[in-house]
Structure formats: structure tokens, C-alpha cells
């Protein structure tokens, strides 16, 4: 089966570091997804993974281990526009097709 | 600006009727997707197309039907057979075959209810 697991929800403080972990168990695998939706809106991406690593985009960094089947999204110096839910999703071999996690729901505190 | 239009964002549907979710994209993206997303679930595959005047059906399919005519246009059509259709859908579109870290690009989403 295919199955992808994220926390349902985290709370972090403004100005501190927050780490979201996804766990998957896929038929196939040619990348790791991160996406960013606030309520009500669209996902908009964040970070791609296929390679075992750390991809650093700014604030945000994802990392990847494949052997594993595990990732994260390590979200620095959180401001309060970061309360948002972050989706983590699987691309399959040889398909366009994305499997999504459940998302976490990331609250930040002042 | 390129992107994905979805439209209503709200939508209200009455028992045995048909609603019709409208999606359009100015990406030149060959391949568009529609996913419901209810709490706590994540989102779920309704439907895909990678090419026009052809699609597949994903994970949920059951009480939907979309058609492909056009490159820029993939409506989903939510029938009476659909019996709990309140949720909020969403339309993405993509490279298709693109690998690497093509992303798929959604819209805003329509939520539909039930009157």
C-alpha cells in the first residue's frame, strides 16, 4: 500500500525553529513535495527533494532520506505569517501523479 | 500573470442536482488534476488529464465526471450520485512528464455545499 504521515498539528513561538517531519511507504518513488496552504487558499510550493540531502531555500530548508522513506521541512526564525498547513506529497515512478500526506497544522505564538 | 483560475469560490448544491466546478489554466500545462480536500484527509485524486480529449480516474472517482476539450479548461461536473459532495476542490495543473522538480500549480478552490 501506499501510505504517507505527517503530525496533525504543531505549535512553535515567534522568532523560534520548527522541524515537520513526513514519513512515506510508496510503490515508487521520484520525489518528495513540500507545500505551504493557508486556510481557504491554494498550496503553493515550497521544496522538491529527490536526492538524499538538505535543500535550503531561505528560511526553509527540506531534507530527504530515501533509505529511510523520511523527510522534513525545517522552518527558521518563524514570523506569524508561517501559521499555515504544510502538505507533504510523494511522486511516483514513471507518473505525474502526486500522493499527499494529511498535512500538519503549524500554529505560531507570539 | 500565468496561473490556474477556479471558479465559484462558493457554490451551494441542492439534492439531485448536478453542479459544474469550472478550471482553467494559462500555464500550457498539458496535464491538469482535480482533488477534493475534506478535514483531515488530506487531498484526494478525483480526476487527471495529461492530454486533451483524454483522462483517467483517480483515487475517488465515484459521482464526477470532468471532460477535457481544451488545453486551458478542465470543468469537474459533481452529479446527484455524489451523496456527501461538501468539501473544498481543489485544480492543479502540470509539465507533463517533467520530472525533476516540476511542481504541480493549483488554483484557489471552490467550496461547495450542500443546501
Known amino acids: 500500500g501506499q501510505n504517507i504521515d505527517q503530525p496533525t498539528e504543531m505549535t512553535a513561538t515567534e522568532g523560534a525553529i520548527v522541524q515537520i517531519n513526513c514519513t512515506y511507504q510508496?510503490?515508487?518513488?521520484?520525489?518528495l513535495f513540500w507545500y505551504q496552504q493557508h486556510a481557504g487558499e491554494a498550496p503553493t510550493f515550497l521544496s522538491y527533494n529527490v536526492l538524499d540531502g538538505l535543500e535550503e531555500k531561505g528560511r526553509f530548508s527540506s531534507f530527504l532520506s530515501r533509505s529511510k522513506g523520511y523527510s522534513y521541512l525545517l522552518l527558521k526564525e518563524l514570523q506569524m505569517k508561517d501559521s499555515a498547513s504544510y502538505l507533504c506529497a510523494v511522486r511516483g515512478l514513471n507518473t505525474d501523479k502526486l500522493i499527499f500526506g494529511t498535512g500538519t497544522r503549524l500554529q505560531v505564538f507570539p | 500573470d500565468g496561473g490556474i483560475t477556479q471558479s465559484p469560490k462558493y457554490l451551494f448544491r441542492k439534492e439531485g442536482q448536478n453542479v459544474t466546478l469550472s478550471c482553467e489554466q494559462n500555464l500550457n500545462h498539458d496535464a491538469m488534476y482535480w482533488y477534493r480536500q475534506d478535514p483531515g484527509q488530506g487531498l484526494r485524486l478525483i480526476y487527471y488529464?495529461?492530454?486533451?480529449?483524454?483522462?483517467q480516474k483517480g483515487d475517488i472517482a465515484e459521482g464526477y465526471s470532468v471532460s477535457r476539450e481544451k488545453k486551458e479548461s478542465f470543468p469537474l461536473t459533481v452529479t446527484s450520485a455524489q451523496k456527501n459532495p461538501t468539501a473544498f476542490y481543489l485544480c492543479?495543473?502540470?509539465?507533463?512528464?517533467?520530472?525533476?522538480?516540476?511542481?504541480?500549480?493549483f488554483g484557489d478552490g471552490t467550496r461547495l455545499s450542500i443546501l
Open positions: 510508496t510503490s515508487g518513488f521520484n520525489g
Open positions: 488529464s495529461q492530454i486533451v480529449n483524454d483522462f
Open positions: 492543479a495543473s502540470s509539465i507533463v512528464g517533467g520530472g525533476g522538480n516540476q511542481p504541480q500549480h
